[in-house]
Structure formats: C-alpha cells, structure tokens
C-alpha cells in the first residue's frame, strides 16, 4: 500500500505505540484505506481479556460493593492501547482537515488472542496478502 498524508500519520501513531509503552511490541502490519491489521505484542503477563475494570461507588465515605456505577479501562490492557491509538490519529487527522466532527473508526475492534505458531503464521500471512484484496472490497473505488 502506497500511503497518503492520513495513512501516514496512522503509522506515525501505530509506530509510537510501542516507543510510548516499553511493554508493548509490534509485529506485523498493514494500512488499508479503510482499515488497519496488526499484531500487538504485550510482553508483561496481565489479563488481555480484562479491559474494563469496575470501581465501587462511594456514599459518605463508606464503599458500597453493590451497585457500581464507574469502569475505567485497565492500564496496558489491550482496550487502553487500542483506545490511545484510535484517539491519538481521531486527533491529529481532525487537525490536518480541519473537520472537528471527522470520523475515523467503528466504535469497537476485532481481537484475536494469537496462542501458537501456527496461529501467528496464519495471522502474518493474511496481514501480508491483505493488500492484494483490495480491489474486491466493497468500498473499493476505481
């Protein structure tokens, strides 16, 4: 794939991903016009399949352990990274066209927890051959 200025600056950030959080290593990727694959190496034991963490509510002091009312995302989880990405390129790209309201990204993201070889091999080579679907998907323009 060839970039333009907006693919750029969402490798610049997939790139700080890693610089950014020295746990985090990245493997194999590409940039789609409409869409990104990638694989995210965390490389401290933490539970990837935790993002959100539920905090108890308070009242006059005393912690009430029915009833939560708060989720925060759990740091290093795999939603705090996506998370940072996603609003660190929504951020510059609305500053590059000038379009405060500009969307970029579907709400949520697909994950797959990679728990082979095998698997990781499967997952690089279809990163690897997706640019050459390209021209079948269908927000393809000629």
Do not use: C
């Not at 929504?90 to 994950?111: A, F, H, P």
């Amino acid at each position: 794939m060839i970039l333009n200025k907006f693919g750029n600056v969402v490798e610049e950030e997939w790139m700080q991903t890693k610089e950014i959080r020295k746990n985090v290593d990245l493997d194999y990727y590409v940039i789609m016009p409409n869409h990104l694959h990638g694989i995210i190496i965390i490389e401290q034991s933490i539970d990837v399949g935790a993002t959100w963490r539920v905090a108890p509510k308070e009242e006059d002091g005393a912690i009430q352990r029915i009833a939560p009312t708060k989720q925060t995302l759990i740091p290093n989880s795999l939603g705090s990274i996506i998370g940072q990405f996603k609003s660190s390129v929504t951020k510059r790209l609305r500053e590059i066209s000038g379009n405060s309201d500009l969307k970029i990204w579907q709400r949520n993201y697909y994950e797959h927890i990679i728990r082979n070889e095998i698997d990781l091999q499967n997952i690089r080579k279809y990163i690897t051959l997706n640019p050459l679907k390209w021209e079948i998907d269908e927000y393809y323009k000629s």
